[in-house]
């Protein structure tokens, strides 16, 4: 059975120095990964609190610092990130209240900590945990999202809290469910392709349009990966219930798609008779076009994070009770523009792509196809969702995109896949080796 699989994969029977580090990098790896849909508040802190205890370890000598050429630009992009950041506070008026948006450049720095943890775990062993995990938790979330749907809100939210947020995580660690689609295990078949469906039913569910326009994408990049699979025989039954799926899926989206246009065609028709009130079309739009003024007046170092609303607001010059209470300006580059000018354009197309420069630069293998394949669904989503609403400054998805990146990074373009029971049955194999590795460091510690 998977759940006694799963246990023993994670909790390698025995303890040792290795072992207990190999140990907590699959537990971080397998409840993080749970975490998106159904509590993202909790995908930061697991963050933070892995990168404080990293920092600790490596202070205390328990791992070495080992990152390669690849590890090293990666962690360069994000870093160029959050010293952009930092300089657009600095030399920007009211420093005072960009305290807030440097507390939130930590998590981008624990690449230098949490990565080299990571690598002292056995190559392959790791990823399993994140496909599957990530499907269990999308099954989740669709739970979530119908009571939500019933009882509370007309657009389901999940555990983000924000439907935009939820629509993006959805979309995204459902298509890395599939992932999974070509395993030898039944269960986790089943577990990629119910996670798969509950990701889409959630996307729909959330109303967040823009999730929806990530979806034929994504359609695109795991067809891409799975052709290269060798997949399973695919019986009657399993025709008739993935029919039935299909129909569900349909017949949901149906539903939210009719309801969701039929709201953008109230805002055009509004936004046509009544050009001064302001809805959510009409909002983006002056946000959008306040921010490009901003920026063209400013397009070296912007105006700072501290100051992006009151700039826009006042570039808008609507009446007090009409100002925009947004935090941001429902675009990720032109927030980036805003804040840090040209800088904070440049550190941004630097974020998204650290993931793609990470999966391109290991050597051919299924380890890589496998890393491609979630660098892709991780960009494609941040990029289509980021020009309609919120890409980075939101605690969770700037600790999703760290987490992937971070998982990116570690996985061996050789390594072949590896189901969640085959990784079980390597736990007495990888006990031993890691074993060894105490008794080697026993060895250094005598000489």
Same mark, same amino acid.
């Given at each position: 059975?998977?759940? !006694?699989?799963?246990?023993?994969?994670?909790?390698?029977?025995?303890?040792?120095?290795?072992?207990?580090?190999?140990?907590?990098?699959?537990?971080?790896?397998?409840?993080?990964?749970?975490?998106?849909?159904?509590?993202? $508040?909790?995908?930061?802190?697991?963050?933070?609190?892995?990168?404080?205890?990293?920092?600790?370890?490596?202070?205390?000598?328990?791992?070495?610092?080992?990152?390669?050429?690849?590890?090293?630009?990666?962690?360069?992009?994000?870093?160029?990130?959050?010293?952009?950041?930092?300089? $657009?506070?600095?030399?920007?008026?009211?420093?005072?209240?960009?305290?807030? +948006?440097?507390?939130?450049?930590?998590?981008?720095?624990?690449?230098?900590?949490?990565?080299?943890?990571?690598?002292?775990?056995?190559?392959?062993?790791?990823?399993?945990?994140?496909?599957?995990?990530?499907?269990?938790?999308?099954?989740?979330?669709? %739970? +979530?999202?119908?009571?939500? %749907?019933?009882?509370?809100?007309?657009?389901?939210?999940?555990?983000?809290?924000?439907?935009?947020? +939820?629509?993006?995580?959805?979309?995204?660690?459902?298509?890395? $469910?599939?992932?999974?689609?070509?395993?030898? $295990?039944?269960?986790?078949?089943?577990?990629?392709?119910?996670?798969?469906?509950?990701?889409?039913?959630?996307?729909?569910?959330?109303?967040?349009?823009?999730?929806?326009?990530?979806?034929?994408?994504? +359609?695109?990049?795991?067809?891409?990966?799975?052709?290269?699979?060798?997949?399973?025989?695919?019986?009657?039954?399993?025709?008739?219930?993935?029919?039935?799926?299909?129909?569900?899926?349909?017949?949901?989206?149906?539903?939210?798609?009719?309801?969701?246009?039929?709201?953008?065609?109230?805002? %055009?028709?509004?936004?046509?008779?009544?050009?001064?009130?302001?809805?959510?079309?009409?909002?983006?739009?002056?946000?959008?076009?306040?921010?490009?003024?901003?920026?063209?007046?400013?397009?070296?170092?912007?105006?700072?994070?501290?100051?992006?609303?009151?700039?826009?607001?006042?570039?808008?010059?609507?009446?007090? !009770?009409?100002?925009?209470?947004?935090?941001?300006?429902?675009?990720?580059?032109?927030?980036?523009?805003?804040?840090?000018? %040209?800088?904070?354009?440049?550190?941004?197309?630097?974020?998204?792509?650290?993931?793609?420069?990470?999966?391109?630069?290991?050597?051919?293998?299924?380890?890589?196809?496998?890393?491609?394949?979630?660098?892709?669904?991780?960009?494609?989503?941040?990029?289509?969702?980021?020009?309609?609403?919120?890409?980075?400054?939101? !605690?969770?998805?700037?600790?999703?995109?760290?987490?992937?990146?971070?998982?990116?990074?570690?996985?061996?373009?050789?390594?072949?896949?590896?189901?969640?029971?085959?990784?079980?049955?390597?736990?007495?194999?990888?006990?031993?080796?890691?074993?060894?590795? !105490?008794?080697?460091?026993?060895?250094?510690?005598?000489?």
């Amino acid at each position: 059975m998977l759940p !006694d699989q799963l246990a023993k994969a994670i909790m390698l029977p025995t303890r040792g120095h290795f072992i207990g580090i190999d140990r907590n990098n699959r537990l971080f790896t397998f409840v993080f990964a749970l975490f998106p849909g159904l509590l993202a $508040s909790g995908t930061s802190v697991t963050l933070v609190c892995a990168f404080l205890w990293a920092i600790i370890s490596l202070v205390a000598k328990r791992f070495r610092f080992e990152m390669n050429r690849t590890d090293r630009i990666v962690a360069w992009c994000l870093t160029f990130y959050v010293l952009v950041t930092l300089f $657009s506070v600095v030399v920007h008026p009211n420093p005072a209240k960009g305290g807030t +948006f440097i507390l939130k450049m930590i998590p981008f720095l624990a690449i230098w900590a949490v990565l080299p943890r990571l690598r002292a775990s056995i190559s392959g062993r790791l990823i399993p945990f994140l496909i599957t995990a990530a499907g269990i938790g999308m099954i989740g979330s669709l %739970i +979530f999202s119908i009571g939500q %749907i019933a009882f509370l809100s007309p657009r389901a939210e999940g555990g983000a809290g924000n439907a935009a947020v +939820f629509g993006l995580f959805t979309v995204l660690f459902g298509s890395i $469910s599939l992932l999974n689609a070509h395993s030898d $295990s039944r269960t986790e078949r089943f577990i990629a392709i119910a996670g798969f469906a509950c990701g889409l039913v959630c996307a729909f569910l959330s109303g967040t349009r823009s999730a929806w326009l990530v979806m034929p994408l994504h +359609f695109a990049i795991l067809y891409w990966y799975l052709r290269g699979q060798t997949l399973p025989t695919i019986t009657n039954v399993v025709k008739v219930v993935g029919a039935v799926i299909i129909v569900g899926i349909i017949a949901i989206a149906a539903t939210k798609v009719t309801e969701r246009y039929h709201a953008l065609e109230s805002d %055009i028709v509004q936004l046509d008779r009544q050009p001064d009130s302001i809805n959510s079309l009409n909002a983006r739009l002056m946000l959008w076009s306040a921010a490009k003024r901003a920026f063209l007046a400013s397009p070296l170092i912007g105006y700072g994070p501290q100051n992006r609303m009151s700039r826009v607001n006042e570039i808008l010059n609507l009446p007090p !009770d009409k100002q925009m209470t947004f935090t941001h300006v429902h675009n990720g580059l032109l927030n980036a523009a805003v804040d840090g000018g %040209i800088l904070g354009v440049l550190a941004v197309l630097g974020l998204l792509a650290a993931p793609i420069i990470a999966a391109s630069k290991k050597k051919p293998g299924p380890g890589r196809d496998l890393a491609i394949a979630i660098s892709l669904l991780l960009v494609s989503s941040y990029v289509i969702t980021g020009m309609l609403g919120i890409m980075f400054g939101h !605690d969770a998805t700037d600790a999703v995109f760290i987490y992937l990146t971070l998982m990116i990074c570690w996985i061996d373009g050789t390594s072949p896949y590896l189901s969640i029971p085959q990784v079980a049955a390597h736990a007495e194999a990888d006990k031993l080796a890691l074993s060894e590795l !105490d008794q080697k460091l026993a060895m250094a510690k005598i000489d």
